[in-house]
């Protein structure tokens, strides 16, 4: 354990320290392209519509979401933590960037089916999505039996240049 290393409880206390217990927080939900959830993030004194795009830390990165919902006040509890908030409004560069990701990812779809017809392998591929700003490639499948996929991950990783990653779900 070093000093650069904060534990649970030193984070968790410093996170406690920006918001006083009871202290009421304007937040507005957040859905991301590909995940049915919405989640709750902090808003602050900006000025955030309904419908408006955001920039904002999903589950898998940052990310591009739209706001789904009104903004709404809730008095602050330790249950919130963390809380997240929202980076920033979407701008057009923001957008563009999220629609070349968009269009990345169906690429690499499209490459890997391919390669698993090639390969004739048992699995079906159901979606591809790029994590850590794009540095790794992570594939979801479903087959009926365990697939010997080293072959097919060699050939992605000769054709994106990426890390590789394949899920079964």
């Known amino acids: 354990y070093s000093e650069d290393q904060e534990s649970a409880e030193d984070k968790e206390s410093r996170e406690d320290s920006r918001f006083k217990e009871g202290q009421i927080l304007r937040f ?4 991301f392209p590909g995940n049915a959830r919405s989640f709750s993030f902090l808003v602050g004194k ?3 519509e309904y419908g408006q ?10 990310a591009v979401g739209y706001v789904n919902s009104f903004p709404y006040e809730l ?4 249950g919130m933590l963390p809380v997240r908030s929202i980076s920033k409004v979407a ?3 923001d957008i563009v960037k999220d629609r070349e990701a968009y269009h990345k990812q169906k690429d690499a779809e499209n490459i890997c089916n391919d390669l ?7 699995m079906h591929l159901t979606h591809v999505e790029f994590t850590s700003f794009g540095k790794k490639a992570v594939f979801y499948f479903i087959a009926p039996a365990r697939v010997d996929f080293r072959d097919l991950v060699k050939a992605l990783v000769g054709k994106l240049k990426t890390r ?4 079964q779900i």
Do not use: Q
């Open 28 to 31: 507005v939900r957040v859905r």
């Open 53 to 62: 795009k955001v920039v904002a830390m999903s589950d898998r990165g940052m």
């Open 91 to 93: 701008d057009d560069e």
């Open 116 to 122: 698993i017809e090639d390969y004739k392998l048992d």
């Open 46 to 48: 900006r000025r955030i």
């Open 75 to 78: 008095p602050f509890n330790k």
């Open 164 to 167: 590789i990653e394949l899920r």
